[in-house]
């Protein structure tokens, strides 16, 4: 069976209106040392491509299926066939689930990891197949009414115990697929109200947790990359992991800094009141830049609308770090984005993925020229030129003191500051966008 009826997407050049072509994704294309391809390592999430049904709180799932009719278990079996398609015709190396994305769960733990025995198989022979690869896979412990109070920081030890079962099955699969990554992202741990929440027996717990997880991937020898994924609020009104920096100091805190890295979504960013590219720059900056889930939040809504990322601005900037990062490598960028519900076709998969792909291509290759002519990098250089000599240097390597500050300041007779030009800089960079040359 065919699930997508077109040939697989070819790159046309920016002059195309074949809206079933790439524009500026060249896979093979090099920039440097690496193709696009290598560059970019795109993944497909299962949840919003294969499973979601594209309802929201206010009306039912619109989302047209091939698989809709099927019995639980047939759905699972032919979103397997169907991703693998998908994959192909995309020409996407890399796929991310769920447990519960990949097949349905049972009444029992057992019933569950007996359903995820069958489809994993099924996975495994298709990767096998194609050569396809498994960037990460995660666990869902926040779905089931079972983590009202949360997984991992549930008040409930029974819950607890029932999601470490989980994770452990999850890293069982991780190692028996090869996922390049585990990820956790916070789910439900975080508390409704301080009212009635012992924060601080809830984080104790969630570094335990960590440390089993790290202790169980170790004992199977699964060597993949563990990811921390922040996000502010949503589901709960405060989740623990809110930012990199609180990620980062609850990482310290429990002696895990060298176990975790982050997985970093765009729209989590903003919804926590910051730029993709701060996130980006606070996790490279410090050595914790694992991998990306590529999508962008609408700018009027303040929820995480998990929108195709389309805003080459923001796919430049972000481009930028992941290069200055030395890439993501075993990181991607994964598709963490739906449709809008109003795109309920089988072909908006398609073509949501297109649009996305050319737009981080498209940011690929701004970024790439920008750090080629070093143009944030001679700005920067400028702006902070008083560091790189005299006093400046001392300050920089710790060499001097307040006394001896305090006497450079008396022989000081006007301090002149420059102006940053901030608007030139804006438009400078409209300009390598606009005159991006695709070489068509
Ligand atoms: C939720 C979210 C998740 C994680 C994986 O906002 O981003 O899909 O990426 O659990
Ligand atoms: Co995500």
Redesign the pocket.
Known sequence: MTYFNVDKIKYEGSKSNNIYSFKYYNPEEKLGDKTMAEHLRFSVAYWHTFTADLSDPFGVGTAERDWDNLDEMGKSKARVEAIFEFMEKLNIEYFCFHDVDIAPEGKTLKESNENLDIIVDLIQEKMQQTGKKLLWNTTNNFTHERFVHGAATSSNAEVYAYAAAKVKKSLEIAKKLGSENFVF?GGREGYESLLNTDMKLELDNLANFFKMAKSYAEEIGYEGQFLI?PKPKEPTSHQYDTDVATGHAFLQKYGLDNIFKFNI?ANHATLAGHTFQHELRYARDNGLLGSV?ANQGHPLLGWDTDEFPTDVYDTTLAMYEILKNGGLNPGGLNF?AKPRRTSFKQEDLLLTHIAGMDTFALGLRVAYKMIEDNFFENIINKKYQTFSEGIGKQIVEGTTSFKELEEYAHNITKIENESDHLEVIKTQINQYILNINNGD
């Open positions: 992202w994924e979504e889930d963490d």
